[in-house]
């Protein structure tokens, strides 16, 4: 097991720069996800750490030894393929061997060691199948199996869980964090999945243009996003756009709103505001004064999406939807067409730098 | 319910009509080779006194020992070369790529006539002469297209991420190559090889130019012998060619499974 280290790295194809001085921090036992859409970088960025690439510079280093010229086969590293990549002229078992195998490992132990990787992902009784017997999900283990039995210092996963059917993904995103935390490997995980990102990891990277957009636990990113593609591409957010007034921003129509206390910008500059839906109250009418959640719209229902536990409101005002998620408590539904009132904390408001 | 049944039925006469055109020759052949007549003279009179007689035609024997010899070691040459080439082909991307592929076709189509002029010339210019030798040559440089394009069309079905999943669990190339590439691209390689051998086997033309005397293939053999005059044991060594080429094919389908992948 060892942390790997990702210093300034660069890589460009042509004229395309694919990573743009990338440095990230993965420590020893975590689990991360790489999210971003396709194009971000994100798979090249894997590749440099699996050694199938090499940076045009900067550093990566795995347990503290410098690899960024070290070939894949010599990397110790194991890596599990968007489509698993299983050898179809071998068995479950052999496949699983295999890494032991070409290290020259006795049979005994490639046996032992066979048998303990497919208990572990609870394949035990299948070793003797040819991957085209198997379904998608135990293919899917046959790969984690195979990539995780040559003990490798870290375990890297390209969008290991695109190809399977929604309900076979929760199975398997819980399945993955039980196996990940039983052997404690550092896990690299690439996915366009913000929810499979969100659910699964530590912490998370955020890449866009082969950069490198914000960095950390779930739930900073999700609740303190430092730009506006941060908040709308992990969740969905309402972005609101004007002039910085310190602790908030002013909209073009004069309507002030206001961020958390903390945040401070130069007064006078473009800045914006992003809300998260669920954090928006709706109600049809203003009620009392209510300081807690001083910021307030108002607006005209357009369109109501309802989702059994929650129902998503769209809210016109002033030319911009706002998109609001209200949970199923029984209470009375708003009809389309309905004028509103949306309320929401200063404290639920992020402001963001123009940039 | 009238006209299916009609057009089934015209569809297997069809089917027999098409197999009788393409053995109906060949079994004609066979069975003269058991008659006692010379001159196709009927009735049919059983004998194996051709097959006897071909076993006392030293010439004939030792033209085919040279046609087996060469077509094994043509196809043995030709597979080696032919797959580390495709391979290569494959794997790496170099200036150049797209038109050495193109020049690949080229000798395919090029008549054999004019390909075997060619070496004939050229094989004196550089002191090769004729001979054996000279005519294994030519087999190889015939035979080589014909793997490349087998093989290559083969691995155009290989998934490259196998190659990359087998070198992130330590494989170093050897090992991927022989453990994970070579296994599929196993019957491309056997196609192309028998390819290769039928393409040396059957070989004439150029065999013909580069032939001497006594160093000669069965092909140049036969035509030959059928100058000086016929004999039933033509008949004799064509039906052992045949019966031992159609079980080398039927064998070589059995038990790779062309087409199918399991």
Same mark, same amino acid.
């Given at each position: 097991m060892a942390g790997v280290q990702v210093s300034n790295v660069s890589r460009s194809f042509g004229a395309h720069k694919a990573l743009d001085d990338v440095s990230i921090d993965f420590a020893d036992g975590g689990f991360y996800a790489l999210l971003g859409p396709s194009g971000s970088g994100k798979t090249t960025l894997l590749r440099q750490i699996a050694g199938f690439d090499f940076p045009d510079s900067g550093r990566i280093s795995i347990g503290g030894e410098s690899v960024e010229r070290v070939p894949v086969e010599k990397r110790r590293i194991g890596m599990v393929f968007q489509n698993y990549a299983l050898f179809p002229n071998m068995s479950v078992a052999d496949n699983v061997a295999f890494g032991l195998s070409v290290r020259g490992e006795a049979k005994a132990v490639i046996a032992t060691e066979v048998q303990r990787a497919l208990d572990l992902v609870q394949l035990g009784k299948l070793g003797g199948r040819r991957p085209h017997q198997l379904s998608?999900?135990?293919?899917?283990?046959?790969?984690?199996?195979?990539?995780?039995?040559?003990?490798?210092?870290?375990?890297?996963?390209?969008?290991?869980?695109?190809?399977?059917?929604?309900?076979?993904?929760?199975?398997?995103?819980?399945?993955?964090?039980?196996?990940?935390?039983?052997?404690?490997?550092?896990?690299?995980?690439?996915?366009?999945?913000?929810?499979?990102?969100?659910?699964?990891?530590?912490?998370?990277g955020i890449l866009r243009d082969g950069r490198l957009v914000q960095e950390g636990p779930p739930e900073e990113i999700y609740d303190r996003p430092k730009s506006e593609f941060a908040a709308t591409f992990l969740g969905d957010a309402n972005i609101f756009r004007g002039d910085t007034t310190g602790n908030g921003i002013r909209l073009p129509d004069g309507t002030a709103i206001?961020?958390?206390?903390?945040?401070?910008?130069?007064?006078?500059?473009?800045?914006?505001?992003?809300?998260?839906?669920?954090?928006?109250?709706?109600?049809?009418?203003?009620?009392?004064?209510?300081?807690?959640?001083?910021?307030?719209?108002?607006?005209?229902?357009?369109?109501?999406?309802?989702?059994?536990?929650?129902?998503?409101?769209?809210?016109?005002?002033?030319?911009?939807?706002?998109?609001?998620?209200?949970?199923?408590?029984g209470a009375d539904r708003l009809a389309e067409g309905q004028d509103v009132v949306l309320r929401w904390s200063p404290e639920s408001t992020v402001l963001i730098a123009a940039g | 319910m009238m006209t299916t049944r009609i057009?089934?039925?015209?569809?297997?006469?069809?089917?027999?009509?098409?197999?009788?055109?393409?053995?109906?020759?060949?079994?004609?052949?066979?069975?003269?080779?058991?008659?006692?007549?010379?001159?196709?003279?009927?009735?049919?009179?059983?004998?194996t006194e051709w097959y006897a007689s071909l076993w006392q035609n030293d010439q004939l024997i030792l033209a085919t020992w040279n046609s087996i010899e060469i077509a094994v070691i043509t196809t043995i040459i030709c597979v080696v070369l032919g797959s580390a080439a495709s391979l290569a082909l494959y794997r790496h991307e170099f200036r150049g790529k797209k038109f050495l592929q193109a020049l690949l076709f080229p000798p395919i189509a090029i008549p054999w006539l004019i390909t075997g002029t060619a070496m004939l010339i050229f094989f004196f210019g550089v002191g090769i002469?004729?001979?054996?030798? =000279?005519?294994?040559?030519?087999?190889?440089?015939?035979?080589?297209?014909?793997?490349?394009?087998?093989?290559?069309?083969?691995?155009?079905?290989?998934?490259?991420?196998?190659?990359?999943? =087998?070198?992130?669990?330590?494989?170093?190339?050897?090992?991927?190559?022989?453990?994970?590439?070579?296994?599929?691209?196993?019957?491309?390689?056997?196609?192309?090889?028998?390819?290769?051998?039928?393409?040396?086997?059957?070989?004439?033309?150029?065999?013909?130019?580069?032939?001497?005397?006594?160093?000669?293939?069965?092909?140049?053999?036969?035509?030959? =012998?059928i100058r000086k005059g016929f004999t039933p044991e033509i008949n004799a060594v064509s039906t052992i060619i045949i019966v031992v080429s159609m079980a080398l094919m039927l064998l070589t389908a059995r038990f790779f499974k062309f087409g199918g992948e399991k």
């Open positions: 998608g999900g135990q293919r899917q283990r046959v790969a984690l199996a195979r990539a995780i039995v040559t003990k490798p210092r870290v375990l890297l996963l390209d969008e290991p869980l695109g190809a399977l059917d929604k309900a076979l993904r929760v199975d398997m995103q819980i399945e993955l964090k039980r196996i990940q935390r039983e052997i404690g490997i550092t896990t690299i995980f690439v996915t366009h999945d913000q929810e499979e990102a969100l659910t699964m990891s530590d912490r998370i206001a961020a958390g206390a903390g945040a401070k910008l130069a007064a006078g500059a473009k800045a914006s505001c992003a809300v998260r839906p669920e954090r928006i109250r709706i109600a049809t009418d203003a009620g009392a004064p209510d300081t807690a959640n001083a910021n307030m719209l108002k607006g005209q229902v357009s369109k109501r999406i309802f989702a059994g536990n929650n129902s998503t409101y769209f809210v016109e005002r002033a030319g911009q939807t706002l998109k609001v998620i209200v949970q199923n408590t | 057009l089934e039925w015209l569809g297997r006469l069809y089917i027999w009509l098409l197999l009788a055109f393409l053995y109906l020759p060949i079994i004609i052949m066979a069975l003269m080779s058991f008659n006692v007549s010379p001159f196709y003279q009927l009735p049919f009179e059983w004998t002469g004729r001979g054996l030798f =000279a005519i294994l040559l030519g087999h190889v440089a015939l035979a080589l297209p014909y793997v490349i394009v087998v093989v290559s069309a083969r691995l155009q079905t290989f998934a490259p991420e196998l190659e990359e999943a =087998a070198r992130s669990l330590g494989a170093n190339q050897w090992q991927v190559t022989n453990r994970v590439t070579l296994p599929w691209i196993m019957p491309g390689v056997i196609a192309g090889g028998l390819f290769a051998f039928a393409v040396s086997f059957d070989q004439f033309v150029v065999s013909y130019f580069l032939a001497t005397p006594g160093q000669t293939t069965l092909p140049v053999e036969i035509y030959a =012998a």
